[in-house]
C-alpha cells in the first residue's frame, strides 16, 4: 500500500498537535513551577469533578424539564458513600456500589 505525502503529514501534523498540549504542560511546570493560588485551585479540582460526575450520573436531563432523578442510582449511592467514608478506600466503595445496584436491580 502506497503512501502520500498528504496522508504521511496529515498524520504527523496531527501527531505533533495531540501531544504538544498534553506534554508542554508537564515540562513547564517542572521548571518552572506554578503560583501558589494555582496550586491551591488544583487541589479542589479532583473533588468538583468527582461531584459533578456522581451528580450527572444521578439525574436525567430532557431540554425544557426539570432533572429527574434516577432513585435506584440514589438508592445505591447511600451504602457505597457509607462506605467510602467509613473505610476510606476506594475499592471497597466500588465493589459496594456494584453489588449494591445489582441486588437492587435484582429486587426491583
Known amino acids: 500500500m502506497a503512501v502520500n505525502k498528504f496522508i504521511l503529514t496529515a498524520i504527523l501534523l ?3 498537535v495531540s ?6 504542560p508537564f ?3 517542572k521548571y518552572k513551577g ?5 496550586v491551591r485551585f488544583l487541589h479542589y479540582l479532583p473533588v468538583s469533578i468527582l461531584f459533578a460526575l456522581v451528580l450527572s450520573s444521578l439525574t436525567t436531563e430532557k431540554i425544557g424539564h426539570l432533572p429527574q ?3 435506584m442510582e440514589i438508592l445505591a449511592m447511600v451504602p457505597t458513600v457509607i462506605v467510602a467514608f467509613k473505610s476510606k478506600n ?3 466503595a ?3 456500589g456494584i453489588v449494591s445496584m445489582a441486588l437492587i436491580r435484582l429486587v426491583f
Do not use: N, S, T
Open 27 to 29: 515540562v513547564l511546570v
Open 19 to 24: 501531544w504538544v498540549p498534553r506534554i508542554l
Open 90 to 92: 476506594l475499592l471497597y
Open 69 to 71: 432523578f434516577r432513585w
Open 14 to 16: 496531527g501527531f505533533i
Open 94 to 96: 466500588v465493589i459496594v
Open 34 to 38: 506554578l503560583p501558589d493560588i494555582v
